[in-house]
Antibody, heavy 123, light 107 residues
Framework: QVQLVESGGGVVQPGRSLRLSCAAS????????MHWVRQAPGKGLEWVAV????????YYADSVKGRFTISRDNFKNTLYLQMNSLRAEDTAVYYC????????????????WGQGTLVTVSS | EIVMTQSPATLSVSPGERATLSCRAS??????LAWYQQKPGQAPRLLIY???TRATGIPARFSGSGSGTEFTLTISSLQSEDFAVYYC?????????FGQGTKVEIK
């Protein structure tokens, strides 16, 4: 069965960096686009970034563009989110989510989600 | 940027009654619209994609309709497990924006 397991969250000071990982199993990782979606405490869902199945296309929400970098390792079946220059407003649970459509260019919806990893940005 | 607006913010419904949730896009997204259900402490679950197609394992009491800019999620007869927050999401462009959510609570 499909499993997505995020890791790397924690408490970090403003301005510092953090890298999240999402280990995928149960499907052919290299053929699906992958996304990061976040949810601030008590708030709604916010799409963060997408990477196409082969890594050739990457897109970001305006709120994180220039600070966050999405990447993937199709040999390790792992998705990453490098977060730099973190701000208090980046505090959230970060979910990785699998795109539904094989070989999608990234414009997709999400059929599986991880359980999320909490990132807290605080001094 | 496409903005998704859901209404109402909160819907109070008695078990067994029908619930109708709305989602509006600031510009046409064709049928590139999905609905998700989220319960406290859980990840969201895909309910509907393509505006009207139920995802695998989703009960028939959930139905979606609409295209362009106006969409509706209907739960025909609310069960206890349906009380949750529901989000719409457009995937017409790269920035897969979500609506702000509708909380369906017990009346």
């Amino acid at each position: 069965q499909v499993q997505l397991v995020e890791s790397g969250g924690g408490v970090v000071q403003p301005g510092r960096s953090l890298r999240l990982s999402c280990a995928a199993s149960g499907f052919t990782f290299s053929t699906y686009g992958m996304h990061w979606v976040r949810q601030a405490p008590g708030k709604g869902l916010e799409w963060v970034a997408v990477i196409s199945y082969d890594g050739s296309n990457k897109y970001y929400a305006d709120s994180v563009k220039g600070r966050f970098t999405i990447s993937r390792d199709n040999f390790k079946n792992t998705l990453y989110l490098q977060m730099n220059s973190l701000r208090a407003e980046d505090t959230a649970v970060y979910y990785c989510a699998k795109g539904r459509v094989r070989y999608s260019d990234g414009r997709d919806y999400f059929d599986y989600w991880g359980q999320g990893t909490l990132v807290t940005v605080s001094s | 940027e496409i903005v998704m607006t859901q209404s109402p913010a909160t819907l109070s419904v008695s078990p067994g009654e029908r619930a109708t949730l709305s989602c509006r896009a600031s510009q046409s997204v064709s049928s590139n619209l999905a609905w998700y259900q989220q319960k406290p402490g859980q990840a969201p679950r895909l309910l509907i994609y393509g505006a009207s197609t139920r995802a695998t394992g989703i009960p028939a009491r959930f139905s979606g309709s609409g295209s362009g800019t106006e969409f509706t999620l209907t739960i025909s007869s609310l069960q206890s497990e349906d009380f949750a927050v529901y989000y719409c999401q457009q995937y017409s462009n790269w920035k897969g924006a979500f609506g702000q959510g509708t909380k369906v609570e017990i009346k």
